[in-house]
């Protein structure tokens, strides 16, 4: 019997350059079976740790290990934060290397000015300056692997959806959870689509 592996994608990012919102469009549009994971709510909420070099933060590891816990189980993993280099290029390196099945990694290059415009235009703006947005910036902050895509400024929303979900393979990909395999539930709305 042939297996197939789990999905990983990683979407990273400057603040304000779309990333959020897009990978919880992308898992929305995938449904069941996809885990989405925000780097801010696992290092703000879950550690409650301050994202800083200089503490020898645990966020990384804790971070991917949740990641490759959730592939384990056989869930499609959506990655997403900013995931500076500087602290997460070599947890985010391993994650990959060791992941048997699809990787896709996907960074939105998108300018300071436009992030601060994006980051202005949201229907819920996170209480932050435009200085300590330039302080967070990083100009093409590249993981460097040839599994990297870079979205141009130009790409629309649905564009970048759209090329997330056909690039990774998540377009074509079967959930493997047992949740839309087994559930009572997700087979009642597979067999009426419209409740």
């Known amino acids: 019997m042939n297996v197939s592996h789990p999905t990983l994608v990683i979407i990273r990012g400057n603040s304000g350059s779309g990333k ?4 919880r469009e992308v ?10 994971l925000e780097q801010d709510y696992l290092r703000r909420t879950v550690l409650r740790e301050h994202d800083s070099a200089h503490i020898d933060p645990l966020a990384p590891a ?5 990641a490759r816990t959730a592939l384990d189980l056989g869930y499609h993993v959506i990655l997403e934060g900013i995931l500076h280099t500087e602290r997460y290029a070599i947890a985010l390196r391993h994650l990959i290397d060791h992941h048997r099945g699809p990787v896709a990694v996907f960074y939105p ?5 436009e ?8 229907a819920e703006p996170i209480p932050v300056t435009p200085e300590q947005m330039r302080h967070w910036y990083t100009h093409r902050d590249l993981l460097g ?7 141009p400024e130009s790409s629309a929303f649905e564009h970048t959806v759209g090329t997330i979900l056909q690039e990774s393979g998540l377009i074509n990909a079967a959930s493997t959870t047992p949740c ?7 087979a009642r709305k597979a067999d009426h689509p419209t409740e």
């Open 20 to 23: 959020t919102t897009t990978a």
């Open 27 to 36: 898992r929305r549009r995938f449904g069941r079976g996809a885990a989405l």
């Open 62 to 66: 804790f971070i991917t290990a949740t």
């Open 109 to 113: 290059d998108v300018t300071f000015d």
């Open 115 to 122: 992030t601060v415009r994006r980051h202005l235009g949201r």
């Open 145 to 151: 692997i040839a599994e990297e895509t870079v979205i």
């Open 180 to 186: 839309p395999r087994r559930c009572q539930h997700c």
